[in-house]
C-alpha cells in the first residue's frame, strides 16, 4: 500500500487536471483550484520539515565540522533572529491589525530592508560579470559552430546598440539601419526558429513524461520501482 | 428616464448641462466611491476650465464568457469618438442591473483606449443588463477630483453559463489524443518485446564518468535540483536523475551531497535517494543529512550553493529540473571550481548560460528522456518512440505551412508579376 496509494492519487489528480483543461464545467473546472489550495497547505506544513533539517543540519556543523562552523552559526543566528523579530512583532500587534503592526515593526522591517533586500541585489547584481566570463568563453572560436555563434553574436550585439550603424553612416555619409536591420534578422528568424524546435520537443517531453507519471511508468517521484 | 445635472460657477459665466438616460441615473463621481457617488460634481473641480462632457461610447454588447466555468460575462464596446488619446476621456465605467429598469452599480472601470472588460461576478442563469459610460476625471484648484460622465449606452439581458467543452483547444486535444495514443502503442510494442533504438545522448552517457570521476578524485558529488516545486515536471524530471545518480553514488561509495531549495522537492528526494542506496545494496551509507534544505529564496540558495562549491570543491555538479536567473551563477561558480558539470533544463532562456558554462548540457526534451535513457526500462523507452511520432508529425505541419506560405506569398507577388508578364507578352 505504500507505493499503491501514492500511485492512485497521482493517477487520479493528473487525469482530473488534464480533463478539466479542455472540460470548464463543474466538477472539472473547480478541480484545479482546489488542488491549488491542497498544494499550499502541504507546501505550507512541508516547510517546518525544512526548517528543521536546516537546523539540524547546522548544528551538525557546528559541532562537528569546525571548517563549516562559522558559516552554520551565521544561519542558525540570522534564522533565529528573524522568527524572534517576526514573533515579537506579531505579539506586540496582537492589540491592534496583527499584518499592519507586523510590516510596520522596526526590527522586521530593519532585517528586510537592510539585510535580505541588499544580500539578494548582491547575489544578482554578481549576475553581470558572470555574463562576461561565460560570453568570453562560449565566443572561442574553437571549432565551426563557435565561430558561427561568433560571428552571429558579433552582429547581434552590434546591431542591438546603435553603434554598427553610426559607424557606418558616419563614413558613408548616408543614414543607414542595415546592421540593427540584420540583428533583428537574425533574432526573429534562425533565432526563432531555434528556439521553437526546443520548445516543441519540450512540450512532447512533458507530455510523454506526463502520461509515464499517470499511468505508473514512471515511479521515481515516490522512491523507485520497488 | 431620469436626468443629470452638472453645473458650475465659471467667472461669472454659469454652466448647466443637462442629459437625458435612458436607464439609469448617472451621477460624477468621486474615484474613491464609485459606487457612493455624489450627486453632482462640485464647483470647484471646473473652476479653471470648463471640459466638455465626454462623447458616449456605442454598441455595447454583453455575452456571456465563451469556454469557462460560468460565473462571468464579457461587455465590449465601440470606443468613444473622443477616445483619441486627447485626454478628452480618462476611461470608461461599466454598470450592472438585474432588470432594465432597475439600479446600475458599477461593475468595472476601463482605462482609456480599452474596449471590453469581463464581468467575474455573475449568477449562472440570471439576466444582466450593463451600461457603459465614458468619463473625464478633472481636479480643482483643491485638489478634489471629480468625474464627468457621459450619456450611457446599454446592452441585455445576458446570462452566464458554464461550458461543457472548451472550444478553443479543439485542436490540442485532438494533437493531444494522438500523441497519447502513439506513445501509448509504443508503450506496448515496447512491453511486448520489441526492440526499441534510442540514440545516444551525450549527457546521459557522461553520467556514470563523472561519478567515477568524483571517486577517483575523492571528492564529493553535488546535485542540484532546481528551484522549482514538486508540482513542475522538471523537478519530477531532475529527481528521477538524482535516483540514478545516487545508485552509482552508492556503488562507487561517494559522497553524494544535495541542497534543496523547497522542502516538498527534499522529502520526496530523501526517499528517491534512500530507495536508490538500497537497490545499490549499501542502505546503511545513507544519511538524510546528504539531502537538506536550504532556503526557498532564488539568490539566498545560490549563494548557500556557491559557498558549497567554493568551500567543498566537488568534483562533479548536477543541475538537472527547472533554473532561472540562478543557473548562471551557480554554473558559471562550478566551472571556476573545475568540477565537471551536467546540466539539464526544459528553460530555453536558462540554456545557453547551461551551455557556455557546463561541460554537458540536456536539452529541454532530453531531460525528460533522462530516466528512461538511464533506467533502459522497455515500457519507458517506448514512450520515448511515441514521442518522436509527435516529433514527426510537428515537422511534416511545418514543412507543409511554410510551403503553403511561401506558395501564397509567392502567389501575391512575385507570381502575378509574372502572370502579368506571360498575359502581355
Redesign the interface.
Known sequence: MRREIPLIITTVAGLVFAVS??????PF??AESIFGDW?SI??AF??????L??V??SL?KVSRQP??RP?ALVTIITLVGTIVAGLWAGIAGLGQTPMVSFRDTAAFSWIYEYLYTS??ST??S??AF??A???Y??FRARNFEATLLLIAGFFVMGGRVPLFDLALGSVTGVDTSIFSDFADWIMNYPNSAG?RA?????A??????????I?G??R?????E? | MVKIGVSASLGGLVLIATLAIPTHKLRAQSPDSAQSAPDSISQSALSTSAPALPAAPSGVEAVDNPNDRGGSISVSWEKSPEDNGAALITGYLVRRSKSSTGEFIVVGEATQGAMSITDNQTTDGSDYYYSVTAFLETAGSDGKKSRLESVASAAGPARSSAQWFNSDRGICLIFALFISAAILYFIRSAKSGKAVYVRKIAGLEAVDEAVGRATEMGKKVLFVPGIQDMNDVQTIAGVAILGRVAELAAQYDTKLEAPMNKAMVMVTARETMKEAYTRAGRPDSYSDNQCYFVTEDQFGYAAAVDGIIMRDKPATIFYMGSFFAESLILSETGNAAGAIQIAGTAQPSQLPFFVAACDYTLIGEELFAASAYMSREPRQLGSLKGQDVGKAIFLALILIGVTLATVSGLSDSALWDVRQFLLVN
Open positions: 483543461y479542455f472540460i470548464p464545467h463543474w473546472g473547480e498544494i502541504v507546501q512541508a516547510i517546518w520539515l525544512g526548517v533539517s536546516l539540524k543540519v551538525e571548517h563549516e558559516y544580500l539578494t547575489m544578482f554578481i549576475l558572470f555574463v566570463s561565460a560570453a568563453r562560449a528556439q526546443i520548445m516543441i520537443g519540450i512532447l517531453g512533458i507530455m510523454s513524461s506526463s502520461l509515464r507519471v499511468l511508468i514512471e521515481s517521484h515516490i522512491g523507485g520497488s
